[in-house]
């Protein structure tokens, strides 16, 4: 752990902020392992030439966090895709229902079954639009589960 700066130091115009070995003040006890922190200088009086070394401005970030345009960014520039739920002549209705509901996130019961007929009535139904790879996850569980499922770009964005 560092040495903080404690009070102040003066500086002429034509300091040179890099210490010396020898130096009879250095800044830092020991090697300062801290070269690259941000310094704030202040003036004292105009034309002088003589200003005091205030804190060090410390820029704190979250390692790996993307900023909010990079996030719009990628999600404009991944389409969304179609789960498409197909009808078939082996599952039985409540069946259905009951596999939408554990496999498809924040699913309900109405929607559920407001899916369930439609695939039964007019041969398919969509099921949700959303990225490629949960599109391909949620098609491989349908699937998984024995249901026809298939997926599709969502070309128009509905």
């Known amino acids: 752990m560092g040495t903080a700066i404690v009070g102040s130091i003066a500086l002429s115009s034509n300091h040179v902020f ?3 070995p020898g130096d009879r003040q250095p800044l830092c006890k020991g090697p300062c392992n801290y070269r690259g922190m941000l310094l704030a200088v202040s003036t004292t009086s105009p034309g002088r030439g003589v200003g005091l070394l205030e804190r060090p401005v410390i820029e704190k970030t979250a390692p790996g966090r993307e900023s909010e345009f990079d996030l719009r960014k990628s999600r404009k520039t991944a389409p969304p895709y179609r789960v498409i739920l197909h009808n078939d002549d082996f599952n039985k209705r409540e069946y259905v229902v009951q596999v939408l509901l554990k496999v498809i996130p924040g699913m309900t019961l109405d929607i559920a079954v407001n899916i369930m007929q439609e695939a039964h009535h007019n ?18 569980q349908l699937r998984g589960n024995g ?12």
Do not use: F, M, Y
């Open 18 to 20: 890099n210490p010396e």
């Open 123 to 140: 041969g398919l139904s969509v099921v949700i639009i959303c990225a490629q790879a949960d599109a391909e996850e949620h098609c491989l």
């Open 147 to 158: 249901l026809s499922s298939t997926i599709e770009p969502a070309s128009d964005g509905c």
